[in-house]
């Protein structure tokens, strides 16, 4: 078996992966998307794979315990200090602050995790759905408006973060 | 900090017999005595809504049902709801072919998401005062029946003026009519006709108003709807008993029925001693003040004592005076306090009697006269006396006998480099001074070791100025305040 901490991560053109980032094991991330510093994403058995326009923010741990592929999709954006280690993420999708999102659930498109939410149901969430509260009342709701887009804030973040960070550079 | 002042082992006893900390209670000047939050009255000072600071004067508020006009909490998690802005591409008003970007306004929740276009509300133009108030159906049927009440309960209340009226006249007019020929009225009386208005009742009969009795329907509005047999439910589409109560006028079943809520006021309260009336916390009128007017706190004025050593050998007590004014403080036993108080209690029996002979009864007695007459202060110290008998201890101080004296607090004795005035204490008793702190000794005397919770208490002498005499030239004579102190040693 290959020694999976040796593999480098493939980084497409355009995305901002920030040095001091954590990354390890098979990891694909897609164009734009930013990943800020201090953020981990640890592949341990499986991959994982990120698609485009996400932003990852400080202190996320994006997991992956199980040997299949762990795929996230576009326009997600990962609060700080969240915890993730779903199997299966979509399109739109935003997760508050300190959350934590088990590995039974997934999420389909256009979902809201809530802050400090801990979402472990055994179930695809329903699209648009939203979880709220804190510790044993978190409570859950269908929303009909759709998170609004990312694009102004991942222009800004690609233009200034280079000019503090060192960047990794990107590797087909 | 907190820990240090709000300490639930050092408690004293309040006037109404509950034991609370220091930082828990007043202190009324006028009547001398220690008042926690259960024995004074709580009086609404105004209202004012905790989101944007706004002053509303009570009246007011009745008519706008407590409610602020400007902002509105969330139907869903009862959290604040933000005003969010978009902009929109209408036709301008010169030109109608042309498009010019417009603001409108929408209301959304930061902790739930949810916004008024779930509602089906439309976004607003203007930032404030312009989403739709729930309109009840039933207002006006409410109101015809409330204004019918109304008109009834004058009605009674006329009836009985004239009755009252009546009997009043009749007697007089049986004495005088005969003798001084008050004959206009006799005469009236004893025909039987009504008065005339030229003796102050001008008032017509009040009307009742008339209101349409209720019908009963067998089938009414809000019948169930069949369908719920039949189709599977959707709980996220139906809202929750929380939700549909605190919305009682509309209470809506469906989750696109919910609305924003207008946000309640809070109310800013003062609290006033029961006994003599005076007001021992009253905030400032600008609700983004922590300020007070007025604040009579215990811990101003009252020394705290705090347990500075907790060993069973060498027990120690920390008393400090935070007031304006250097007391002297004896530590009493119970004994000592119950002898001490049985004598002041005759004492004041017997000048009570001499208050008698000027025939002053205490209800007209206010404010100051009535808290420094000799009964309430007779009455103050039976009643001190029965509550402070009424705790249990089970071990003893041995208390120092003479009196200490505690300077005042000064905030400029930090910077002096000078050493302190030369006081004579009794090395025994007074084991560190600074300031206006005093570390005393009190040997532990424990009655009933099985007990793990140790109790002990003492009473507390120190002088206080009465509030109101202060001028100039005079400096007002300390008079005597006895407390009772419990404390709670844990396991020693």
Redo the contacts between chains.
């Keep these: 078996m290959q020694d999976l901490k040796r593999l480098k991560a493939k980084i497409a053109n355009g995305a901002i992966v920030c040095c001091e980032c954590e990354l390890q094991g098979d990891i694909t991330i897609g164009s734009r998307t930013v990943i800020h510093p201090r953020a981990k994403i640890i592949a341990l058995l499986g991959p994982i794979i990120i698609g485009e326009n996400n932003i990852i923010e400080e202190q996320v741990q994006i997991i992956n315990n199980g040997e299949d592929a762990m795929v996230i999709g576009n326009n997600n954006v990962f609060e700080v200090d969240c915890r993730v280690e779903s199997k299966k993420i979509g399109d739109n999708n935003i997760v508050e602050s300190k959350a934590f999102v088990g590995r039974q659930t997934s999420l389909s498109n256009g979902c809201v995790i809530g802050a400090k939410c801990e979402v472990l149901v055994h179930e695809t969430l329903q699209e648009g759905s939203l979880f709220y509260g804190s510790g044993p009342d978190v409570k859950r709701r269908v929303q009909s408006d759709k998170p609004s887009a990312q694009g102004a804030q991942i222009e800004f973040l690609s233009k200034v973060l280079p000019n503090y960070h060192r960047i990794r550079k990107p590797l087909v | 900090m907190t820990h240090l002042f709000k300490s639930e082992k050092v408690q004293y006893l309040c006037t109404c017999g509950s034991l609370k900390p220091l930082c828990r209670t007043f202190f009324c000047r006028h009547c001398l005595a220690l008042k926690c939050g259960d024995c004074v009255f709580h009086e609404v000072d105004i209202l004012y809504c905790s989101n944007c600071l706004e002053n509303v004067p009570p009246g007011e508020a009745r008519v706008k049902k407590n409610q602020c006009s400007e902002c509105f909490e969330c139907p869903?998690?009862d959290q604040l709801l933000l005003t969010r802005a978009t902009n929109i591409q209408v036709p301008s008003t010169e030109d109608p072919s042309k498009l010019v970007p417009k603001k409108m306004f929408y209301l959304v929740c930061g902790?739930?998401?949810?916004?008024t276009?779930?509602a089906g509300l439309p976004d607003q133009p203007s930032a404030t005062g312009s989403w739709p108030d729930s309109d009840n159906a039933n207002s006006a049927r409410v109101a015809a029946l409330l204004e019918h009440y109304r008109s009834l309960a004058q009605l009674d209340k006329f009836e009985k003026e004239q009755k009252r009226q009546l009997k009043r006249r009749s007697n007089y007019l049986s004495f005088t009519a005969d003798k001084y020929s008050l004959s206009a009225l006799a005469a009236r009386k004893r025909s039987g006709l009504p008065f005339s208005g030229s003796l102050g009742m001008k008032k017509e009969t009040p009307q009742i108003y008339k209101v349409e009795s209720a019908v009963a329907f067998e089938e009414t509005d809000d019948m169930l709807d069949p369908e719920i047999f039949t189709k599977v439910l959707n709980l996220?589409f139906v809202t929750t008993i929380d939700q549909r109560i605190r919305q009682s006028e509309r209470q809506p079943v469906k989750?696109e029925d919910l609305i924003p809520i207008h946000k309640f006021l809070s109310v800013r309260r003062s609290q006033r001693c029961r006994f003599c009336e005076h007001n021992l916390s009253k905030p400032e009128y600008n609700p983004s003040s922590i300020k007070f007017k007025i604040h009579l706190g215990a811990f101003y004025h009252v020394p705290d004592v705090i347990i500075f050593r907790n060993s069973r050998d060498d027990m120690q007590l920390r008393l400090c005076n935070r007031s304006q004014y250097p007391t002297h403080v004896r530590l009493l036993s119970l004994d000592q306090f119950s002898s001490i108080a049985h004598s002041k209690i005759e004492e004041l029996e017997s000048s009570f009697g001499e208050a008698e002979k000027e025939k002053k009864s205490s209800s007209s007695m206010v404010g100051h006269e009535l808290c420094e007459s000799p009964a309430t202060q007779a009455a103050n110290f039976r009643s001190c006396l029965t509550n402070a008998l009424k705790e249990k201890v089970n071990a003893f101080f041995q208390l120092p006998s003479e009196q200490i004296l505690l300077p005042a607090r000064d905030d400029l004795a930090e910077y002096e480099l000078t050493a302190p005035q030369n006081l004579k204490d009794d090395p025994k008793a007074v084991l560190w001074r600074k300031g206006n702190k005093v570390v005393v000794s009190t040997p532990l005397t424990v009655l009933d070791d099985e007990l793990e919770e140790k109790r002990a208490g003492f009473v507390f002498e120190f002088g206080a100025v009465r509030a109101g005499f202060e001028t100039k030239e005079v400096q007002p004579q300390p008079t005597n305040v006895y407390i009772p102190v419990f404390i709670s040693l844990g396991k020693i």
């Design positions: 869903v998690c902790f739930c998401r949810w916004t276009r779930e996220s989750s």
